[in-house]
């Protein structure tokens, strides 16, 4: 019975311990975050360990460039932070989770798809699908409310007072 007693306490004081682990996780994950900026400083962005866009800040040198160029200056950015909150994220879950933390890290990027080229795609490549006007379809009309469905009078009748 004293057997059985002390492995229920060391198996408690191990969930204990890895709670207490996976809570200091939790708040250190919270706060990490990656930013870039590109080489001239007019385009700098925030992101999370994720890969999600946190913040984008446009300077109005931005503005300068083409709508292509301005597009593959924000994706190399955003690609410079998120490498950059990844490294960050392996830096801190590795003194926490030791051996287990290649686990986590495939486990944390199961849905993430890998990052794109750097070099940006060809510009026929970029371009949109002609704009069309909307098919408007018209809606089919109701018929109007038959006239007996009104029974001429109030709904509650007070026949009795």
Same mark, same amino acid.
């Given at each position: ?46 992101? *999370?360990? #994720?890969? $999600?866009?946190?913040? !984008? %800040? ?7 460039? /083409?709508?292509? @160029? ?52 060809? *510009?026929? #490549?970029? $371009?949109?699908?002609? !704009? %069309? ?7 089919? /009309?109701?018929? @109007? ?17």
């Amino acid at each position: 019975m004293a057997d059985q007693e002390a492995r229920l306490d060391a198996a408690i004081r191990s969930f204990q311990e890895q709670a207490a682990k996976a809570a200091e996780l939790k708040d250190k994950i919270a706060g990490l975050r990656g930013s870039a900026r590109n080489a001239d400083g007019s385009v700098t962005v925030t992101v *999370a360990p #994720s890969g $999600a866009l946190l913040g !984008l %800040q446009l300077s109005p040198k931005a503005m300068n460039r /083409t709508h292509t @160029a301005l597009q593959q200056e924000i994706l190399a950015a955003v690609r410079e932070a998120t490498q950059q909150a990844a490294a960050a994220m392996q830096q801190t879950v590795q003194p926490i989770l030791g051996d287990r933390a290649d686990q986590f890290k495939e486990a944390f990027n199961a849905h993430v798809e890998p990052l794109g080229p750097s070099a940006p795609p060809p *510009a026929e #490549s970029l $371009a949109g699908p002609a !704009l %069309q006007q909307p098919v408007r379809t018209s809606r089919p /009309t109701r018929p @109007a409310p038959a006239d007996d469905d009104d029974f001429g009078g109030p709904i509650l009748r007070r026949d009795s007072f």
